[in-house]
C-alpha cells in the first residue's frame, strides 16, 4: 500500500515563509514525477510546482520566483519552500506521485495525498 503524507501547512501572514513536505511509503521502484498542486474553495485543483526524477521542474506562473520544489528521491520525498506568501496561496495543497511504480516491470500509476492546509492572512 503507498502512502503519501504531507505535512507543513498552517497560517501565516502575508510575506511569511511556510515549509512544506510530502513523504511517500510503502513499496516504491520508482516514481517519475512529484509534485505539488492546490486547490482554493470554488477553484480547480491547480499545478504549483512539479519535479521530475531528473531534476527538470515545472512551476505554475503565479509562484514563480517565490516557490521552489526539491526533491529527495533516495527518501521518495518532495519539498516546497513557499516565500513571499499572499493571501491568494491560501488552499489546500496536495502532494502527488505520477508514474510510481512499486515494481519495475509494473506500469507507473498517479497517487494523491490527503492534503494540507495553507492560509496567508492579509
Known amino acids: 500500500q503507498v502512502q503519501l503524507v504531507e505535512s507543513g501547512g498552517g497560517l501565516v501572514q502575508a510575506g511569511e515563509s511556510l515549509r512544506l513536505s510530502c513523504a511517500a511509503s510503502g513499496r516504491i521502484y520508482s516514481i517519475n514525477v512529484m509534485g505539488w498542486y492546490r486547490q482554493a474553495p470554488g477553484s480547480q485543483r491547480e499545478l504549483v510546482a512539479s519535479?521530475?526524477?531528473?531534476?527538470?521542474?515545472n512551476y505554475g506562473e503565479s509562484v514563480k520566483g517565490r516557490f521552489t520544489i526539491s526533491r529527495d528521491n533516495a527518501k521518495n520525498t518532495v519539498y516546497l519552500q513557499m516565500n513571499s506568501l499572499k493571501a491568494e496561496d491560501t488552499g489546500a495543497y496536495y502532494c502527488a506521485a505520477h508514474g510510481l511504480r512499486r515494481m519495475s516491470f509494473e506500469m507507473g500509476k498517479d497517487y494523491w495525498g490527503q492534503g494540507t492546509q495553507v492560509t496567508v492572512s492579509s
Open positions: 519535479m521530475s526524477s531528473g531534476g527538470t521542474t
